[in-house]
């Protein structure tokens, strides 16, 4: 539990922690994966570039159609903001369901997104959001869509010499809504499965938009075009929500480990995909 030799270096700006970037290299923000990573010795960088005091990564404010979540915003600061509350109540909601107080209090929602764990709660609630990831690199920066971010087991599309700076989140229109279930690893508080959901109705009361985003299940959160497709223009009552459930997990290869069988899995991403969706009758 020993982390090999590494050396410390503290950026003050967002381009110094850039310029600093090696291939050996690592950013720290909140340390919550890097950490116990690095004390395992299954990631053992050559530096480490703390970039937990740079004020231009931190902060909410209103971007007028979306909110802008700095980077190295905490899980807490995302729960408690009233700003992301009005915006989408699931982010909040969600951000309330990692971990533990001392996780939310310094983990960043940066730092879960780049890290990518198919099992991360945030991957689910930015991708059901629509939400855009804002990243910077020597050559400037660039914008990805939530949804094209997570590319496989662990990776996404940030490259070596990015950061993540900022996530923006588009503000729910009127007749939107929005929630997040979990069913949770009772150590860690990981989502074994957990279902993001935001839904729009139309004027004749049936589904005119919607997105469902599950985590935990196969090796990357993923949109459940399955379940949306059999939703789509349709009320939503408990037939249409059970025959939508039924669909969940149908089009991709889900995980099996010592926490879930591949069947057991699959089943909870119907119950959870139903649970989500009873949230929004």
């Not at 919550?32 to 970039?51: T, V, Y």
């Not at 992301?84 to 879960?112: L, P, Y």
């Not at 497709?229 to 480990?257: C, F, H, T, W, Y």
Request: some cysteine.
């Amino acid at each position: 539990m020993i982390p090999s030799t590494f050396e410390y270096k503290k950026a003050s700006s967002v381009d110094e922690a850039i310029s600093l970037l090696t291939e050996d290299a690592k950013l720290l923000a909140g340390g919550h994966s890097l950490i116990p990573a690095m004390k395992l010795r299954l990631n053992q960088p050559s530096s480490l570039i703390d970039i937990s005091d740079i004020d231009a990564l931190k902060g909410i404010s209103d971007g007028g159609d979306h909110v802008l979540i700095g980077a190295a915003a905490t899980h807490a600061d995302i729960a408690h903001s009233a700003l992301v509350k009005g915006a989408c109540s699931m982010i909040s909601d969600g951000a309330e369901q990692i971990g533990d107080i001392q996780v939310r209090n310094k983990g960043t929602i940066g730092g879960s997104l780049a890290h990518a764990d198919p099992a991360a709660d945030w991957p689910a609630l930015v991708i059901a959001a629509d939400a855009i990831i804002v990243m910077q690199g020597a050559s400037g920066s660039r914008e990805v869509a939530a949804a094209s971010f997570f590319t496989g087991f662990y990776e996404t599309a940030l490259a070596e010499n990015e950061i993540i700076t900022a996530i923006k989140i588009p503000k729910l229109t009127t007749g939107s809504s929005s929630t997040y279930v979990k069913f949770s690893q009772p150590a860690s508080r990981f989502a074994i499965v957990g279902c993001a959901v935001v839904k729009n109705m139309d004027e004749a009361g049936e589904v005119g938009n919607i997105k469902v985003a599950i985590t935990g299940v196969s090796e990357k959160a993923y949109r459940d075009h399955a379940v949306e497709d059999e939703l789509m223009g349709q009320p939503l009552n408990q037939d249409v929500i059970n025959a939508a459930a039924s669909k969940a997990a149908s089009r991709v290869d889900v995980m099996s480990d010592h926490y879930a069988s591949q069947e057991y899995r699959k089943h909870l991403a119907s119950v959870y995909v139903k649970k989500a969706l009873q949230n929004l009758i």
